[in-house]
């Protein structure tokens, strides 16, 4: 036994990942088989043997491109394991993350020897079929076909009242936390899209050299922010460089053990990236009821348990990888860890208060690495493996999220065993659950200070703006316009704070 460590503490012994080129000649993958491949990567990356068929558990993210009755099993057959437990997310881009740290945990009890967590999106070929008029030849699992176990809960993101208003996809929903950004910050419009741009172009340079990444290539801060023929706008002030790119076919997988097994199957001990903590935790549920647009309490108060319960601060990690699907998920996310202050300005690779040594992704984010639905967080944490390797003693956080900035998760890994000697998780809920609640009065009609407002595109231009207003007595109310006047000055002036008056349709117009 490694001198001193506990033979249950949990460790990270194999990370694998791949992208799939089908235009570029590789042979398309279904998702099943691309989270076999992944974790048959993991088992080599490992450097140790007989892992896979050694796995007590096999846990695969919820996908979207093909559904199979019972994925965990159709992975274990792939790959010759014969797990006494299998299991599958519910949607949620969180999940990764929450499924590691619930892993790590049961390994730490004694509960557990081996996890294995894959996930696997096999998105772009199926569009690309559907767009040829085909189905793919994938798996179809007979009927008899139990089930697996489910991790997470599956309820609706948003309510029907907030579906009907519009207050629905994340492409429009998280513009909306970027516009409130800029007004906090007081950034004028212009200023803040050079904001954005630099900031995005850091994380291009990143996956420039990311052999995974989709987009291996770098981009101006000019390229990603301003809108042009091959980069449309989708909603301001997002054009589509700035958003999430599902377009990916892409597997992960992640083998966790104890210490006493990656001894048993003889991974070299250069090979273990610890697992110091993890913690979850998850926001007022709707968007409607939170104190503000452009923050999120329960980040904050997970980051401060994870931070806590592994004995360190926010300047002791050297890498950081925070979950990217939108710029104000990343500005939101490092701010409310304690890496960037409240005020902090794109500059370089880092953002504000992190210094220029240290970037926000070691992937290169979901615009470029790639980001398969829910499984992003499994490709940070398989990079976050090898970064921590080639520095040993650092110290990596990865934070993953689901929702709208509404689920949360956040681990910290090292190349060195954590200073307690265990894994800690913590689920910091209850305190989250009682902060302050805002109302949402749907049925106001009078005057409104406008909060936040976003215009969304199509291919042939804005076609509406979502706003979100207050009342007089401070509740939120959601509205909508098609006036060309407020659209053109949604996307060219501060709307933040101006007086409006919204009618019985749910109808803005400016004062």
Same mark, same amino acid.
């Given at each position: 036994m490694a001198a001193g460590l506990d033979p249950r503490l949990p460790v990270l012994v194999g990370a694998g990942q791949l992208t799939v080129r089908s235009d570029e000649g590789d042979a398309p993958l279904e998702p099943a088989d691309l989270m076999a491949e992944g974790l048959r990567l993991a088992e080599r990356d490992s450097g140790g043997r007989g892992l896979l068929a050694a796995a007590d558990s096999l846990r695969t993210v919820c996908e979207l491109s093909w559904r199979y009755r019972n994925p965990a099993l159709a992975v274990a057959e792939r790959v010759g394991a014969r797990p006494r437990h299998l299991a599958t997310t519910v949607m949620g881009g969180n999940l990764a993350g929450v499924t590691v740290a619930r892993a790590a945990a049961q390994i730490q009890r004694g509960e557990l020897d081996v996890v294995l967590v894959c996930g696997g999106e096999a998105t772009r070929t199926r569009h690309r079929l559907r767009a040829e008029g085909r189905e793919p030849d994938w798996t179809v699992q007979p009927d008899d076909?139990?089930?697996?176990?489910?991790?997470?809960?599956?309820?609706?993101?948003?309510?029907?009242?907030?579906?009907?208003?519009?207050?629905?996809?994340?492409?429009?929903?998280?513009?909306?936390?970027?516009?409130?950004?800029?007004?906090?910050?007081?950034?004028?419009?212009?200023?803040?899209?050079?904001?954005?741009?630099?900031?995005?172009?850091?994380?291009?340079?990143?996956?420039?050299?990311?052999?995974?990444a989709a987009i291996r290539r770098s981009f101006s801060a000019e390229e990603i922010a301003e809108a042009s023929d091959d980069n449309r706008m989708i909603s301001f002030p997002y054009t589509k460089r700035l958003c999430s790119n599902n377009q990916v076919d892409q597997g992960s997988g992640l083998i966790l053990c104890s210490v006493g097994a990656a001894e048993r199957a003889g991974v070299p001990p250069d090979r273990w990236v610890f697992l110091h903590a993890g913690t979850e935790a998850v926001d007022h549920w709707h968007v409607s009821n939170r104190a503000d647009l452009c923050s999120s309490p329960a980040l904050r108060l997970a980051g401060r348990d994870a931070f806590a319960l592994a004995g360190i601060?926010?300047? !002791?990690?050297?890498?950081? !990888?925070?979950?990217?699907?939108?710029?104000?998920?990343?500005?939101?996310?490092?701010?409310?860890?304690?890496?960037?202050?409240?005020?902090?300005?794109?500059?370089?690779?880092?953002?504000?208060?992190?210094?220029?040594?240290?970037?926000?992704?070691?992937?290169?984010?979901?615009?470029?690495?790639?980001?398969?639905?829910? !499984?992003?967080?499994?490709?940070?944490?398989?990079?976050?493996?090898?970064?921590?390797? !080639?520095?040993?003693?650092?110290?990596?956080?990865?934070?993953?999220?689901?929702?709208?900035?509404?689920?949360?998760?956040?681990?910290?890994?090292?190349?060195?065993?954590?200073?307690?000697?265990?894994?800690?998780?913590a689920e910091p809920q209850a305190e989250v659950d009682a902060l302050p609640r805002v109302e949402l009065d749907d049925g106001w009609v009078g005057p409104v200070v406008v909060e936040s407002a976003t215009v969304a595109h199509d291919r042939s231009g804005p076609t509406h703006a979502l706003v979100a207003a207050r009342t007089p007595a401070g509740a939120r109310t959601w509205c909508r316009s098609e006036e060309p006047a407020l659209l053109a000055a949604a996307e060219t002036e501060e709307l933040v704070g101006r007086p409006a008056d919204r009618d019985t349709t749910g109808t803005v117009h400016l004062a």
């Amino acid at each position: 036994m490694a001198a001193g460590l506990d033979p249950r503490l949990p460790v990270l012994v194999g990370a694998g990942q791949l992208t799939v080129r089908s235009d570029e000649g590789d042979a398309p993958l279904e998702p099943a088989d691309l989270m076999a491949e992944g974790l048959r990567l993991a088992e080599r990356d490992s450097g140790g043997r007989g892992l896979l068929a050694a796995a007590d558990s096999l846990r695969t993210v919820c996908e979207l491109s093909w559904r199979y009755r019972n994925p965990a099993l159709a992975v274990a057959e792939r790959v010759g394991a014969r797990p006494r437990h299998l299991a599958t997310t519910v949607m949620g881009g969180n999940l990764a993350g929450v499924t590691v740290a619930r892993a790590a945990a049961q390994i730490q009890r004694g509960e557990l020897d081996v996890v294995l967590v894959c996930g696997g999106e096999a998105t772009r070929t199926r569009h690309r079929l559907r767009a040829e008029g085909r189905e793919p030849d994938w798996t179809v699992q007979p009927d008899d076909v139990g089930p697996p176990d489910s991790i997470g809960i599956d309820r609706p993101l948003v309510s029907e009242l907030e579906a009907a208003r519009g207050v629905q996809l994340p492409v429009n929903v998280y513009p909306l936390f970027e516009v409130a950004l800029r007004a906090r910050l007081g950034l004028g419009v212009a200023e803040h899209r050079r904001r954005l741009g630099r900031l995005w172009a850091a994380f291009s340079e990143v996956a420039a050299g990311n052999p995974h990444a989709a987009i291996r290539r770098s981009f101006s801060a000019e390229e990603i922010a301003e809108a042009s023929d091959d980069n449309r706008m989708i909603s301001f002030p997002y054009t589509k460089r700035l958003c999430s790119n599902n377009q990916v076919d892409q597997g992960s997988g992640l083998i966790l053990c104890s210490v006493g097994a990656a001894e048993r199957a003889g991974v070299p001990p250069d090979r273990w990236v610890f697992l110091h903590a993890g913690t979850e935790a998850v926001d007022h549920w709707h968007v409607s009821n939170r104190a503000d647009l452009c923050s999120s309490p329960a980040l904050r108060l997970a980051g401060r348990d994870a931070f806590a319960l592994a004995g360190i601060g926010p300047a !002791d990690v050297a890498h950081v !990888d925070l979950y990217s699907c939108f710029p104000s998920a990343v500005q939101i996310g490092a701010v409310e860890l304690g890496l960037a202050p409240a005020d902090a300005t794109a500059d370089g690779t880092g953002w504000g208060g992190v210094g220029a040594d240290v970037a926000l992704t070691v992937t290169g984010g979901m615009s470029f690495a790639g980001g398969p639905w829910n !499984d992003y967080t499994s490709h940070g944490m398989a990079s976050m493996a090898g970064v921590l390797r !080639d520095d040993p003693g650092s110290v990596g956080l990865c934070t993953a999220n689901g929702g709208y900035t509404t689920e949360h998760a956040v681990l910290v890994l090292s190349s060195r065993p954590p200073a307690a000697g265990e894994f800690r998780h913590a689920e910091p809920q209850a305190e989250v659950d009682a902060l302050p609640r805002v109302e949402l009065d749907d049925g106001w009609v009078g005057p409104v200070v406008v909060e936040s407002a976003t215009v969304a595109h199509d291919r042939s231009g804005p076609t509406h703006a979502l706003v979100a207003a207050r009342t007089p007595a401070g509740a939120r109310t959601w509205c909508r316009s098609e006036e060309p006047a407020l659209l053109a000055a949604a996307e060219t002036e501060e709307l933040v704070g101006r007086p409006a008056d919204r009618d019985t349709t749910g109808t803005v117009h400016l004062a």
